[in-house]
C-alpha cells in the first residue's frame, strides 16, 4: 500500500531516502522553478509535502513530490499534460473510495443578448480541459453532465490565438486533450437526473453557455443545494459561478448570501466586447445576489476564492489553480459519502 500522491514537474526535485528494502523512509525537498511562471504551481507541491509512504519501488527518480496521504494503490500510470509537466496518479483500488466528480456542463450552443440575437458560444474550452486533466490525473472518477444529456460544443473563440495571448499552442493543446475525451462529451449524463449522493464535488466550466442554461436552472440550484448540505465542494470557473445564481435557501434567499466569490469581471467582459451587448453581466449580479465579489488587480490574471464549500476562479488562468486547490482538498480529508 502506497500512502502518497505522485508529481513530476519539470526542474521540481525532491531528494528521496530509502531503506534496503526499498521503502521510502524520508524526503528531502528541495524545489525549484526553472522556467519562469511557475509560482502557483511551486506553492501547490510546497502545499502538498512532506509525506509518509511505505513499500513502494522503483521511484529512486529525480524530480518526483510523493505528497498527501491518501491511502492509494501502488499502480501508478502517466497521463499527457497540459502544462509543462507530467503527472502521475496513482489510481486507487476497487475496495477503496475513488473521488468523484461531477462536472456540470452548460448544454447550450448560444448566449442571448440584450437585443435578443444569440451569439454562438458554450463552454470554454480552458476551463473544461484542463480541470478534467487535472482531476483524472489525480485518480478521480468523472462523470459529465449537462441539461436534458445533450452534447456540449465548445466556444471556438476559445481555440483561438486571440484569446490565448496570442499563441497557436494553447488552443492547438486543449483541441487535442477534448478529442481525447470525445467519447466522454458525446454521451453525457443527465444533469437534470443525478444526485448529490452519488458524487464529492461538483465543478462547473465556464464559458457564456452557462449564462444561458444554468444560471436559470431551478433543479441545478437545488442540486447545489443538496452538495451544501453535505458539506460537499462546489466549484465553479469564469462564467460557471452564473450557475449558483438559482441555488436558494428555503426562505427563498441566495443560498451563498455573504460569501466570497468571483467570476469574469465586468472589466474582462467589456475588453471581449461584450459589456454593452450582455443582458446582465455576471459580475452585477452576484453582487447584486448577495455575494462578496473579489477579483484580481488585473484583468486576466489568476484569482480563486475559497468560503465553506464554496470554490471559485475569475477567468480562464484560474482553472488550473482552481483545480489543484480542490485536487489538494480531496485529498487530504476524507470524501464525504
Not at 17 to 30: A, F, L
Not at 36 to 44: E, Y
Not at 173 to 178: G, H, I, P, S, V
Not at 222 to 233: Q, V
Request: with cysteine.
Amino acid at each position: 500500500m502506497v500512502i502518497g500522491y505522485l508529481l513530476l514537474r519539470c526542474g521540481w526535485k525532491c531528494d528521496l531516502g530509502y531503506s534496503r528494502d526499498r521503502s521510502v523512509t524520508s524526503v528531502t525537498v528541495r524545489i525549484t522553478a526553472n522556467r519562469a511562471g511557475h509560482p502557483r504551481g511551486t506553492a501547490f507541491l510546497l502545499n502538498l509535502c512532506p509525506f509518509r509512504a511505505s513499500s513502494v519501488c522503483d521511484i529512486a527518480i529525480q524530480r518526483i513530490c510523493v505528497a498527501n496521504e491518501l491511502g492509494l494503490s501502488t499502480s501508478a500510470i502517466s497521463r499527457p499534460s497540459l502544462g509543462s509537466a507530467t503527472i502521475f496518479g496513482i489510481h486507487p483500488t476497487e475496495s477503496q473510495h475513488m473521488t468523484r466528480v461531477l462536472f456540470a456542463v452548460s448544454g447550450s450552443d448560444h448566449w442571448t443578448l440584450a437585443d435578443g440575437t444569440k451569439h454562438p458560444c458554450g463552454y470554454w474550452p480552458e476551463e473544461l480541459a484542463v480541470p478534467h486533466e487535472v482531476f483524472t490525473a489525480a485518480g478521480f472518477d468523472i462523470t459529465v453532465a449537462t441539461p436534458g444529456g445533450v452534447r456540449p460544443v465548445a466556444d471556438e473563440a476559445g481555440f483561438t490565438p486571440e484569446m490565448n495571448g496570442g499563441a497557436t499552442e494553447p488552443g492547438e493543446r486543449f483541441r487535442a486533450y477534448l478529442d481525447s475525451i470525445a467519447d466522454t462529451l458525446a454521451s453525457p449524463a443527465d444533469l437534470n437526473t443525478v444526485r448529490a449522493e452519488d458524487y464529492d464535488l461538483v465543478f462547473v466550466p465556464g464559458g457564456h453557455g452557462p449564462m444561458e442554461d444554468l444560471a436559470v436552472s431551478d433543479r441545478f440550484g437545488a442540486l447545489l443545494s443538496d452538495f451544501t448540505a453535505a458539506s460537499k465542494p462546489v466549484a465553479a470557473v469564469c462564467h460557471g459561478p452564473a450557475a449558483l445564481l438559482p441555488a436558494r435557501t428555503a426562505d427563498g434567499s441566495w443560498l451563498f448570501t455573504g460569501r466570497k466569490v468571483t467570476g469574469f469581471s465586468n472589466a474582462e467582459e467589456a475588453q471581449v466586447g461584450f459589456a454593452d451587448k450582455a443582458a446582465w453581466l455576471l459580475e452585477n449580479r452576484l453582487v447584486d445576489a448577495g455575494g462578496a465579489f473579489e477579483q484580481s488587480g488585473t484583468p486576466w490574471t489568476e484569482h480563486i476564492t475559497k468560503d465553506g464549500n464554496l470554490y471559485t476562479g475569475q477567468n480562464p488562468a484560474s482553472s488550473r489553480p482552481l483545480a489543484e486547490t480542490l485536487v489538494a482538498q480531496l485529498t487530504t480529508a476524507p470524501a464525504k459519502t
